[in-house]
């Protein structure tokens, strides 16, 4: 996994309101931004189609947590809660642009040819690769949000109940819908069967 | 082993997981061996689990750790997507084609509170009826004492409340916090209100409320005496086919029904108060309400404007008397404007406001300027001389000009606002233009600048998020404006919440938040004001 290092400590924080130096803070929150930063990226990417807005999303998301961090009780949560705060910062995207559909710019950009050179095969990868998160744009945001974080992100049921703030049952019978509703897009693509 | 009543589809999922105890493990497993459907599923979800996990991962965006940084350390998130015009000008096709057949259903009501048929999916506006109102909203201005004590100059607003399964909508008078509750048409439960248009009268109110997760808007027509409600329609909010107008006189409430997709159409469409029904005046496809033009002796005039590349505009004229046209009024010879889109004609018909500019069609926005946008000012003597609104801002090379916004006027004739203006290149400066800005300028005073933007009031709510701009109406007389402004919300399920904030244009007073106060927890506008016209 690629990391990105944090561009060095934050100085004041005129949000928090902490005092300059709090580097037990700045510390933590680096670890979680060298740990995260990109599985949240592509995590919300996957959920909404688009880079520029998975970028805003996931920047959304890490400010928050920068802002929340005394919430996060242990290190050993770090992942369900940072998921839930990109969960939820996605959402509300999604909600403000609800009459925009998901896909759209991504549309702009899967049209584009890829210029790198590359192997028969990478191409009919990428091709693959568009029909599905086309597929995946046209689910349900919550089954789309469940079948990612089970599918892409390997998360049991418990931890994408968590995530979603939903029960381990309530996560099993979504995650059953939604693989249904994507195999139904999926052969919508010509994939599958 | 116990039988299974149907496919178990919910354990075949849970498997790929593990997710089972050992005797769902072992009654799936037996299941499996009998059942080629389920073995089918069981091949389908694993093939499809795998090509999930497979999907390419993408590089994160190298100045993502810097904006984070900058961000935090700016106090404010960085411009969200509904004040960045980048993405407006895109093209959209296919999910959204797909998405139109479900999305666009077009209900109207045949306004004697008849039995009705469930609402329908359907691709084009349908003459289906509807749900019905409780009751029907007054058709015609009568002697009765005016609603909610409302005087001529008063600001009324909308305000949405309750659980989120649950949601009510009030009319409140803001003075005497006087207020009608709002009977739903039941055709879906309502949610935040967009667009609020009060009639002449002062006795009908139109607004468009959003339809929870779908986005799309219904129209509604709500009598304020008893809070009876009508549903007209349900459309798309496209970019130029927002507005809900009365007619001068009242009669008539003129509003644009839009679909999206690559086929997305657009047309004008009217209610008739009198008749209590309402019914298709276009059939262009490409067509956007843009504003009533005062009374021709005994005709309604309206300005239809055509999107097109280069777009024009028609006044569609009918005798008032006869209620809506059955025949399109712009098939036959009317008035065409080429070059003009979206005349907004001021209440004493000295002046108008449009658009110019080269438009495409978007296919989720509708059409709007592809290049050159801007908007502009003319005396109505027939020349349609542009002054463009802006004096600081030009149509770049880089593509710098407006694909869309939002022009008001005040009934005083002299004020007007260009507010939801979306700018497409590179912006002038730092936020300017700003799509979360309210411009407001005057006939008399000369062209709008950077500087003529009233301070809003914070832009920030007690949760540290930057607000959203919804709607702008100006008080009769141009003094003040009210601010309908969201407060973005932490999920799909939480309650929806605004501002409704009193901005004085000349900054005379300090911005004031009116309904929800300085901490809101409901959804309040947008706000009308109550025209001189009525209890005239």
């Known amino acids: 996994m690629q990391s990105m290092a944090w561009p060095q400590l934050l100085g004041a924080d005129p949000v928090m309101g902490e005092a300059p130096g709090n580097t037990a803070l700045e510390s933590r929150f680096e670890r979680i931004f060298a740990q995260f930063s990109e599985p949240i990226f592509n995590y919300v990417l996957r959920m909404v189609g688009d880079r520029d807005r998975a970028a805003d999303i996931t920047q959304d998301t890490f400010i928050k947590a920068y802002r929340k961090l005394d919430t996060l009780a242990d290190d050993a949560s770090t992942r369900s809660w940072i998921y839930r705060i990109a969960t939820n910062t996605a959402i509300d995207d999604m909600r403000r642009r609800r009459y925009v559909t998901p896909m759209g710019d991504d549309e702009r950009h899967n049209r584009r040819p890829d210029p790198r050179p590359g192997p028969e095969a990478q191409v009919l990868d990428a091709s693959i690769d568009e029909r599905i998160q086309r597929a995946l744009g046209r689910l349900r945001p919550n089954h789309r949000q469940c079948l990612v974080l089970s599918d892409v992100e390997d998360m049991s ?22 693989r249904g509703e994507m195999r139904r897009e999926l052969l919508q693509e010509g994939i599958g069967s | 082993m116990r039988p299974f009543d149907s496919h178990p589809d919910e354990l075949i999922s849970a498997s790929l997981t593990g997710d089972l105890t050992d005797l769902e493990r072992r009654e799936l497993e037996a299941h499996l061996s009998s059942c080629p459907e389920c073995r089918d599923t069981l091949e389908a979800f694993s093939q499809q689990r795998q090509m999930l996990a497979g999907m390419r991962q993408s590089p994160l965006p190298r100045d993502l750790a810097a904006r984070v940084r900058t961000g935090i350390e700016s106090r404010r998130f960085a411009m969200p997507w509904y004040r960045r015009p980048s993405g407006w000008l895109t093209g959209v096709a296919s999910v959204a084609t797909v998405a139109v057949a479900a999305l666009l259903t077009v209900v109207f009501l045949n306004g004697r509170g008849n039995p009705t048929a469930p609402a329908s999916a359907s691709p084009s506006p349908s003459p289906t009826v509807s749900a019905a109102a409780s009751a029907s909203p007054s058709p015609v201005p009568t002697a009765a004492p005016l609603p909610l004590n409302m005087q001529a100059g008063d600001l009324l607003y909308v305000q949405l409340t309750g659980p989120i399964d649950d949601p009510k909508l009030t009319v409140i008078e803001a003075q005497s916090a006087a207020k009608v509750g709002l009977a739903n048409p039941g055709t879906g439960q309502y949610s935040e209100t967009k667009r609020a248009a009060l009639s002449p009268d002062g006795r009908a109110l139109a607004f468009a409320t ?196 939002e022009l008001s006027w005040a009934d005083d004739s002299d004020t007007y606002a260009v507010w939801g203006a979306n700018w497409a290149g590179t912006p002038e400066g730092n936020d300017y233009p700003d799509s979360n800005g309210v411009y407001v300028g005057r006939v008399s005073n000369g062209q709008l600048s950077r500087t003529s933007a009233p301070d809003l009031g914070t832009m920030t709510s007690s949760s540290g998020d930057a607000l959203y701009l919804v709607d702008v109406a100006l008080s009769p007389d141009g003094s003040t404006a009210a601010v309908t402004l969201g407060i973005p919300l932490p999920g799909d399920l939480a309650t929806p919440k605004s501002y409704l904030r009193a901005v004085t244009v000349n900054g005379d007073h300090p911005p004031a938040d009116v309904g929800g106060g300085a901490n809101p927890q409901q959804w309040s506008g947008p706000g009308v004001f109550v025209p001189a016209s009525v209890g005239g």
Request: aromatic share 10%.
């Open chain 2, 210 to 405: 959003e339809t929870g997760a779908k986005g799309s808007w219904r129209i509604v027509v709500a009598s304020l005496a008893n809070g009876a409600t009508k549903q007209l329609a349900e459309t798309w909010p496209v970019a130029f086919g927002r507005r809900i107008a009365w007619s001068p006189d009242g009669r008539y409430l003129a509003f644009t029904v839009a679909s999206v997709g690559a086929n997305g159409t657009s047309d004008v469409w009217l209610y008739d108060r009198t008749s209590g029904s309402a019914r298709q005046l276009t059939h262009a496809g490409n067509a956007y309400f843009a504003s009533w033009a005062p009374q021709n002796a005994d005709n309604e005039q309206l300005w239809v404007s055509l999107g097109e590349a280069n777009p024009v505009s028609q006044l569609a004229q009918f005798p008032t008397a006869a209620g809506i046209p059955s025949d399109d009024p712009l098939a036959g010879e009317a008035t065409t404007v080429a070059g003009v889109f979206a005349p907004l004609v001021s209440r004493d018909g000295q002046h108008a406001l449009y658009w110019t500019g080269t438009m495409s069609l978007d296919g989720t926005n509708g059409w709007i300027f592809s290049k050159g946008g801007m908007p502009q000012l003319t005396p109505m003597d027939g020349n349609w001389k542009a002054t463009p609104l802006f004096s600081d801002l030009t149509v770049g090379q880089g593509g710098e000009a407006f694909a869309s916004g």
């Open chain 1, 157 to 178: 049921a418990t931890q994408i109940g968590e995530v979603m703030g939903m029960s381990h049952g309530a996560v099993r019978t979504l995650l059953c819908r939604a």
